[in-house]
């Protein structure tokens, strides 16, 4: 039972990326899934959810308009697509299924159970 997270990397300013939360062992469209991302010097910052019941989305204030948050059933994925990328995007993204995680990623919620997993670099130049 896993999440595996892929599509990392370093893009230019204004580009696009995106993120892919793929489920092992159980399916994801059973869970709330968050995006989390966590800068150099820089606290933990939840970045976007989509909730498990009507698929309801929140994103971060820093990255309304630019992000999408989606899900592939039929892949058992979850994707971050993140568009007009900025230089303070640049972070270790992370994806987490767990029935709180929307609680964790838009009120700040402390959750020790939740896990945030590996993690995967973005990096945006300037």
């Known amino acids: 039972v896993q999440l595996v997270l892929s599509g990392g990397g370093l893009v230019q300013s204004g580009g696009p990326l995106r993120l892919s939360c793929a489920a092992s062992?159980?399916?994801?469209?059973?869970?709330?899934v968050g995006w989390s991302r966590q800068a150099p010097g820089k606290e933990r910052e939840g970045v976007s959810c989509i909730s498990k019941s009507d698929n309801s989305t929140y994103y971060a204030e820093s990255v309304e308009g630019r992000f999408t948050i989606y899900r592939d059933n039929a892949k058992n994925t979850v994707y971050l697509q993140m568009n007009s990328l900025k230089p303070g995007d640049t972070a270790v993204y992370y994806c987490?299924?767990?029935?709180?995680?929307?609680?964790?990623?838009?009120?700040?919620?402390?959750?020790?159970?939740?896990?945030w997993g590996q993690g995967s670099q973005v990096t945006v130049s300037s």
């Open positions: 062992g159980f399916s994801l469209d059973d869970y709330a």
């Open positions: 987490g299924a767990d029935p709180l995680v929307c609680a964790v990623v838009a009120h700040d919620v402390p959750h020790a159970g939740l896990d």
